[in-house]
């Protein structure tokens, strides 16, 4: 059974995913041992800074306001949390340091892949006005997923 979340805790967990997206790509930079890679991972840390700063003033302006009458758009919500990595990520248990490269790509495949999932299904609760800001965070999430699709290809050799 999905666990049901307010509108505040949810953006609240957007929060927090952006905050362990960013020490999570952080990670990854400090152990590549390529320019580019190094690069990429820089870029997508300042990326999840950005997002971060997105959820939050969407949380500090509207947090409190957010409705969800049925209850079902959180329910959903917190199955892609519950089923995942997502919920990995939240309660810390995700660490770039324990990963070899490969391992490590596929996390951040799959953390970007329900991070869309997740924000994608959070819009219901987002005030008309204001959901561009979250759109704008799906295409960029979008373009994080097929940029760490190809450099997995890239470097490892491996199809995802």
Known sequence: MAFRFAPSEI????VELERKGIAF???LKSRATREDGKRMFQFL???ERRHLE???RLLEE???TLIDASGEVSQYLGSIV???VLSKVLRG???AENMGLSEALSTGIQVEKESILFYQGFLPFVPREKQAWVEEVIA???RHFLRLVGLKEELTGEAV
């Open 25 to 27: 790509y952080e990670d």
């Open 45 to 47: 840390a300042d990326e």
């Open 62 to 64: 509207t947090g409190e």
């Open 82 to 84: 519950e089923t995942g």
């Open 140 to 142: 960029e999430e979008k």
């Open 11 to 14: 953006l609240s967990m957007a």
């Open 54 to 56: 997105t959820f939050t």
């Open 93 to 95: 248990e995700v660490s």
